[in-house]
């Protein structure tokens, strides 16, 4: 029996995992009905390395990304999104979603800045929805990054 050590531990065949997820992803599209995913352009590595994948197993006409800033956004994450769209040769949508968190700011009673967490929830439910829209549109599914965060 080989010796147990952190090396052996680690040691990672990452084509056979790409190639797991690769069949998942067509399976799942498949399965859906869908023609494509759309994806959410963060400018971060788990956003990047999804749409990589779904690239490689849908091919870039069938993925869709957004880039869905607010005025908090650092330019160089808008700038990474950007590079990974153009890279890829996928299509994308560069959507400013300040109006839509100013109306929502401007349209619900008793709308309180000051509350961290109900204001902070607001512009992933924003994205989420265009995401959603998106999807619908295009008859599309909507591929997640698995990275939650909820209050």
Known sequence: ??????????????????????????SYIKDAGATGAVIGLSGGVDSSVTAYLLVR?????SVIGL?????????????????????????????DIGRIRNAFAESIPEFDEGD???VGNLLPRIRMTLLY???????????????????
């Open 67 to 95: 880039i869905l800033p607010y005025k908090t956004t650092p330019p160089e994450d808008i700038r990474d999104a950007k590079y990974v769209a153009e890279t890829l040769g996928i299509k994308y949508y560069y959507i």
């Open 57 to 61: 197993a849908l091919g870039r006409d």
């Open 133 to 151: 829209y998106f999807a619908n549109r295009f008859n599309k599914v909507v591929a997640g990054t698995g990275i939650r965060v909820s209050y």
């Open 1 to 26: 029996m080989p010796k147990i050590t952190l090396e052996n531990l680690i040691r990672i065949d990452y084509e056979y995992v790409a190639q797991r997820i690769i069949d998942f992803i067509r």
């Open 116 to 118: 961290k967490i109900a």
